[in-house]
């Protein structure tokens, strides 16, 4: 078991930054494929940014690439969201989750990873 849980989220104006965290504990969390997610109201939940298990390369949903950088910090167990340049239209609830089986892919539907968080909302005010 992966216990999972985030941080960091709010309200922030249009072009504003904000920093997520998202803290694991239980098993090894370097044994794990990270990823974030986001839910916005009415929605699916999609997928926003993983990292690779085996080379760390980093994978991002078009629509945030270029404004949002995934990393991981094996050491303290810890993935973060850097979300800059936010739009009205990232406005969700954002989830980190886990992989255990992920090491050459990075996963991108919510069926493929196994642990999740609580979310934490992040509003972008125009």
């Known amino acids: 078991q992966v216990q999972l849980v985030e941080s960091g989220g709010g309200l922030v104006q249009a072009g504003g930054s904000l920093r997520l965290s998202c803290a694991a504990s239980g098993r090894t969390f370097s044994n794990y494929a990270m990823g974030w997610f986001r839910q916005a109201p009415g929605k699916e939940r999609e997928f926003v940014a993983g990292?690779?298990?085996?080379?760390?390369?980093?994978y991002y949903v078009d629509s945030v690439k270029g404004r949002f950088t995934i990393s991981r910090d094996n050491a303290k167990s810890t993935v973060y969201l850097q979300m800059n340049s936010l739009k009205p239209e990232d406005t969700a609830v954002y989830y980190c989750?886990?992989?255990?089986?992920?090491?050459?892919?990075?996963?991108?539907?919510?069926?493929?990873?196994?642990?999740w968080g609580q979310g934490t909302q992040v509003t972008v005010s125009s």
């Open positions: 989750a886990a992989d255990r089986q992920g090491f050459l892919i990075v996963a991108t539907t919510p069926a493929e990873y196994d642990y």
């Open positions: 990292l690779r298990r085996s080379d760390g390369r980093t």
